[in-house]
T-cell receptor, first 116, second 112 residues
Framework: EADIYQTPRYLVIGTGKKITLECSQT?????MYWYQQDPGMELHLIHY???????EKGDLSSESTVSRIRTEHFPLTLESARPSHTSQYLC???????????????FGEGSRLTVL | AQKVTQAQTEISVVEKEDVTLDCVYE???????LFWYKQPPSGELVFLIR??????QNEISGRYSWNFQKSTSSFNFTITASQVVDSAVYFC?????????FGQGTRLTINP
């Protein structure tokens, strides 16, 4: 049973608000990821981290930022939300298995964000 | 560059039919990993299988089976005797050179 949690599951907010999507995992995984996805559509990697104090931008440009101060925690922040940010955000983690390898990704249940 | 193509955008079959979801990948790396994930209407992604590039043995898990063929760069997924609960979006993914790339997904609908 995967132990990765995202909050909130659903969020509806107005334009211009600052929001933080929380992601926590209890598996001690070094690698964590944020994907953006319109329901049932392609997943786009927006941020990832190899470990504490490591953050990298993904393939899809995003106005969001992330931080990794603790191994288990990888929050995503939008300073000023806009309607174009409306989407589902999926957090994932995996065990680091060395160069050229990715362990199984465990995904959270997702945070569905709607910006009015 | 890594790329995954799931040419079937949507598939609809009647319950108990067998169905195969296609996945074709591109990579120049000799060491890589392939995955399948299921995304039911609830939204979470559920891991189904992970295979490495050195293991071409086909795998069967209950009604699910996977056919990995390096010669055609394909990693196809077959559901035998499909059930309504199999309805979901299925994603194929490729991991190589520290990057994980997903295909566009195939929406599978199983009708009663």
């Amino acid at each position: 049973e995967a132990d990765i949690y995202q909050t909130p599951r659903y969020l509806v907010i107005g334009t211009g608000k600052k929001i933080t999507l929380e992601c926590s995992q209890t598996m001690g995984h070094d690698k964590m990821y944020w994907y953006q996805q319109d329901p049932g559509m392609e997943l786009h990697l927006i941020h990832y981290s190899y470990g504490v104090n490591s953050t990298e931008k993904g393939d899809l440009s995003s106005e969001s930022t992330v931080s990794r101060i603790r191994t288990e925690h990888f929050p995503l922040t939008l300073e000023s939300a806009r309607p174009s940010h409306t989407s589902q955000y999926l957090c994932a983690s995996s065990e680091y298995k060395g160069a050229g390898s990715t362990g199984e990704l465990f995904f959270g249940e997702g945070s569905r964000l709607t910006v009015l | 560059a890594q790329k995954v193509t799931q040419a079937q955008t949507e598939i609809s079959v009647v319950e108990k039919e067998d169905v195969t979801l296609d996945c074709v990948y591109e990579t120049r790396d000799t060491t890589y990993y392939l995955f399948w994930y299921k995304q039911p209407p609830s939204g979470e992604l559920v891991f189904l299988i992970r295979r490495n590039s050195f293991d071409e043995q086909n795998e069967i898990s209950g009604r699910y089976s996977w056919n990995f063929q390096k010669s055609t760069s394909s990693f196809n997924f077959t559901i035998t005797a499909s059930q309504v609960v199999d309805s979901a979006v299925y994603f194929c993914a490729l991991s190589a050179a520290q990057k994980l790339v997903f295909g566009q997904g195939t929406r599978l609908t199983i009708n009663p």
